[in-house]
Nanobody, 126 residues
Framework: QVQLVESGGGLVQAGDSLRLFCAASGRTFSNYPMAWFRQAPGKEREFVAGISWSGSVTSYRDSVKGRFTISRDNAENTVYLQMNNLKSEDTAVYYC???????????????????WGQGTQVTVSS
């Protein structure tokens, strides 16, 4: 049974920082890219950041570039999302995604991931 468990969300003020964690179990994900998505109320789930299996290649949506950093520890089967200078528009449920199948340019596509966590709520008050 594959499991992805996110943690680290919470209620913060604009300008604050949070670090999200995604712990994977049931399968070795070290050979596969992983990603973070988010979904705000009434909106579609959107790509936030992705990372290659080695961690050497990362990609971000434009609105979080320079503020968010994705990283991974393959020995621990864990992916992180460091979020700095948070804004109210970052408020959403954040989901970890794994089981990617595709080419590098398809990292932002929801449909390319087989496994999802239950999500962690991030609320940023202005």
């Amino acid at each position: 049974q594959v499991q992805l468990v996110e943690s680290g969300g919470g209620l913060v003020q604009a300008g604050d920082s949070l670090r999200l964690f995604c712990a994977a179990s049931g399968r070795t994900f070290s050979n596969y890219p992983m990603a973070w998505f988010r979904q705000a109320p009434g909106k579609e789930r959107e790509f936030v950041a992705g990372i290659s299996w080695s961690g050497s290649v990362t990609s971000y949506r434009d609105s979080v570039k320079g503020r968010f950093t994705i990283s991974r520890d393959n020995a621990e089967n864990t992916v992180y999302l460091q979020m700095n200078n948070l804004k109210s528009e970052d408020t959403a449920v954040y989901y970890c995604a794994a089981g990617f199948a595709g080419v590098a340019g398809q990292l932002p596509l929801l449909s390319r991931y087989s496994y999802w966590g239950q999500g962690t709520q991030v609320t940023v008050s202005s």
